[in-house]
């Protein structure tokens, strides 16, 4: 009976506590009390922080292709986007940060190649602009799988592998895409099927009758893609509204590197990093591409490698 007591007695403590959480929670009302000349910022909670309700903008584009915000679910969807990337704030600063080194690297690839410029959004949600690993092989800013890129001409094996090649891999991606357009029909459709293939998209679209990404009903991850890749683009674009504060000093920049040409077997990239006044940590973090610490080159293929500019490394050899 004690125990019963015990344990009645925390659930009761858990329920009084979380009527208090939720009550400093509550959101602020934005009307007036007609009753009483007391403003509602009066009766806000004392803590200093507050989540509050966002407005989902009147209208939204991809690739110059409006969403349907008049479909209640779309603007359920597309709410949910906004909220998620918004309120997850230390992510969201990462990719103002990230944006700042990477999009002007990324932006005339896709311009020369006919791509709109709303698709490095897309590698934002991809990767977050990192070389990431996928669960099922897919790698870099990109993530592209390991066909897609030797189809596309990338080198990929245990010594090199491009798919890390920030320029090279953008070019794959641009190809993937203009296929996608050209045998879907829209932008939308092609970024849809970046993420579920070509094949999936078409299978999909046939079998429900539809002919817009806004009317087919998808799985969880290619559902919520192209909603994904707008929100990211709202608040990149829109930091002010999205409560997100930085200053240009607090943006990552790209070091200045040239080219060195290399068509022979490197044996040690330690000691040839040296010849450049850096180390081979520094050797790799502008060139992940090279996944192992010598160059195997057989076939005496012509490589370049990016060196950075002096004076941006203080290191010590």
């Not at 602020?28 to 903008?57: C, F, G, I, M, Q």
């Not at 009903?217 to 509204?241: S, W």
């Not at 040239?258 to 850096?278: C, H, L, M, P, R």
């Amino acid at each position: 009976m004690k125990t019963i007591k015990n344990i009645l007695a925390t659930i009761g403590l858990i329920a009084v506590s979380g009527l208090f959480i939720f009550a400093m929670q509550k959101a602020p009302s934005e009307t007036h009390n007609s009753d009483t000349s007391k403003s509602t910022e009066d009766s806000r909670p004392s803590n200093s922080y507050n989540v509050y309700a966002l407005s989902v903008p009147e209208s939204l584009n991809f690739a110059g292709e409006a969403l349907p915000l008049n479909n209640p679910d779309i603007l359920e969807r597309m709410d949910r986007e906004l909220l998620v990337n918004t309120y997850w704030q230390s992510n969201g600063l990462l990719m103002f940060k990230r944006a700042a080194k990477y999009f002007p690297i990324i932006e005339p690839i896709l311009k020369k190649n006919g791509i709109p410029d709303d698709f490095k959004y897309l590698a934002v949600i991809e990767s977050g602009l990192t070389n990431a690993v996928s669960p099922a092989g897919a790698r870099g800013v990109w993530q592209i799988m390991k066909t897609t890129g030797r189809e596309n001409g990338l080198e990929i094996n245990d010594n090199v592998d491009e798919r890390y090649h920030l320029e090279m891999s953008t070019e794959v991606a641009c190809k993937y895409l203009l296929k996608a357009k050209e045998q879907l029909g829209s932008w939308t459709l092609a970024a849809a099927a970046y993420n579920a293939g070509n094949a999936g998209v078409s299978r999909r679209l046939e079998e429900q009758g539809v002919t817009d990404y806004y009317d087919l009903l998808l799985g969880e991850e290619t559902g919520r893609y192209l909603f994904r890749i707008v929100a990211l683009k709202e608040i990149l674009n829109h930091p002010d509204t999205y409560g997100f504060n930085f200053k240009e000093d607090d943006l990552y920049k790209s070091v200045p590197t040239y080219k060195v040409e290399v068509d022979t077997a490197v044996a040690d990239f330690s000691q040839f990093a040296k010849k450049f006044g850096i180390n081979y940590k520094i050797l790799k973090l502008h060139n992940p591409w090279l996944r192992e610490p010598h160059l195997n080159n057989k076939s005496g293929k012509k490589y370049s490698i990016d060196i950075p500019k002096d004076g941006y490394y203080s290191v010590k050899l």
